[in-house]
């Protein structure tokens, strides 16, 4: 179920990049961009030792939820046994909106029912499907254009209705992306729009919304504005703009992390916590993280498709696993991200910042 997914500050962690994306971030640290590196890269982040402590389900994508571990076991048994939720990516990808240059909407629902059936048969307990918002710079104020958010909307909520059919928890993701050099009050405001035509688009294909998570942006400026927000004018611009869009019978809110860095990420996950705290705020809807680069950068950094650093990749992992669970409970700080070099289980970029403040 979709609580069981969420309990005690739990996260998701993201393996559900397609062969192309997985790739481009193996070529990156030298990694072979063969089906076999795939396998392996994946076998090391689910064989990961106590992963299930911070972790509550991992979402996969069509080639993983079919392969085995080196030694024949299927994945899917292997995460059974280490007590993961499976998830699986149900879309197939985001494609040219026709009739609107520079859009996207995602594809993906011909024969959807079929495909979430064999999934379920599978193992899969949960879904996602994402679809992509791009806001407008000056160039291009009118983006995003009422056509793709209305289509990405009604894509979403056909997607969800047929995943509740299939007995799967649907993740509903409409990422508003960070590229560009919009503000932050613009983001807060695309993003409010695209979640209201989703959420009208559920109701409209009755999906019950006590049975799904939300995967949402969180609101930040685009990537290229200086000096960019402090962690608490993220969390309140994104606290804002949530309890103002997500419907209070919602379970849960994932963040996506969007191609933030990952101790940053973290950190304003933790803000957002704690800035309700402040503020006395009582979160109609728990609030965790279904970070895809932000859990997993740290640990192919170190990897780098060599078995020989496979155990210090795995605690990689499992720091920033730890780290974001702290998050989500409103406890992280950021001495857990400088420890000593004698300690410290994945190297950080960052200097001690009031993330906390």
């Known amino acids: 179920s979709a609580h069981a997914l969420l309990a005690g500050g739990k996260g998701l962690l993201a393996i559900d990049e397609s062969n192309v994306t997985c790739n481009l971030r193996f070529a990156e640290f030298g990694v072979a961009q063969t089906q076999a590196s795939r396998r392996a890269y994946r076998q090391m982040l689910l064989t990961t030792p106590g992963l299930n402590a911070s972790i509550s389900g991992v979402i996969l994508f069509d080639e993983t939820i079919h392969q085995a571990a080196a030694d024949g076991t299927p994945f ?30 995602t594809e993906g629902l011909d024969g959807l029912r079929d495909r979430l059936q064999s999934y ?4 899969a307990r949960f879904a996602k499907w994402r679809s992509v918002i791009k806001v407008g710079g000056e160039a291009t104020a009118s983006l995003p254009s009422a056509a793709c958010i209305a289509a990405n909307a009604q894509a979403l909520a056909r997607y969800a209705a047929l995943c509740q059919e299939a007995g799967l928890v ?4 409409p990422e508003v992306l960070m590229e560009g050099d919009h503000s ?24 019950a919304l006590e049975a799904l998570i939300l995967k949402p942006n969180m609101v930040l400026p685009g990537l290229r504005v200086e ?13 804002q703009c949530l309890l103002r869009a997500v419907p209070a019978a919602v379970p849960g809110i994932a963040f996506l992390s969007g191609g933030q860095d990952a101790v940053l990420a973290t950190a304003r996950l933790n803000a957002m916590r704690v800035r309700s705290q402040q503020l006395r705020i009582q979160l109609p809807w728990a609030l965790t993280f279904s970070f895809a680069r932000a859990l997993q950068q740290p640990a192919l950094a170190l990897w780098r498709g060599q078995d020989c650093n496979v155990e210090i990749a795995q605690n990689a992992l499992l720091h920033r696993a730890e780290c974001n669970r702290a998050a989500a409970l409103g406890i992280y700080v950021d001495r857990l991200d400088l420890r000593d070099a004698s300690s410290q289980r994945t190297p950080s970029p960052h200097t001690a910042t009031a993330h906390t403040a």
């Open 76 to 105: 899917v048994r292997m995460m059974q046994s280490a007590g993961l939720l499976i998830g699986i990516k149900a879309d197939t990808g985001a494609k040219p909106l026709a009739g609107h240059p520079d859009e996207k909407v």
């Open 120 to 123: 379920a048969a599978l193992g």
């Open 170 to 173: 649907p993740i509903v993701e």
């Open 184 to 207: 932050l009050g613009r983001c807060a405001e695309v993003t409010e729009t695209t979640l209201d035509a989703v959420f009208t688009q559920l109701r409209l294909h009755d999906v």
């Open 227 to 239: 000096p960019q927000p402090t962690d608490d004018e993220v969390a309140n611009a994104s606290l």
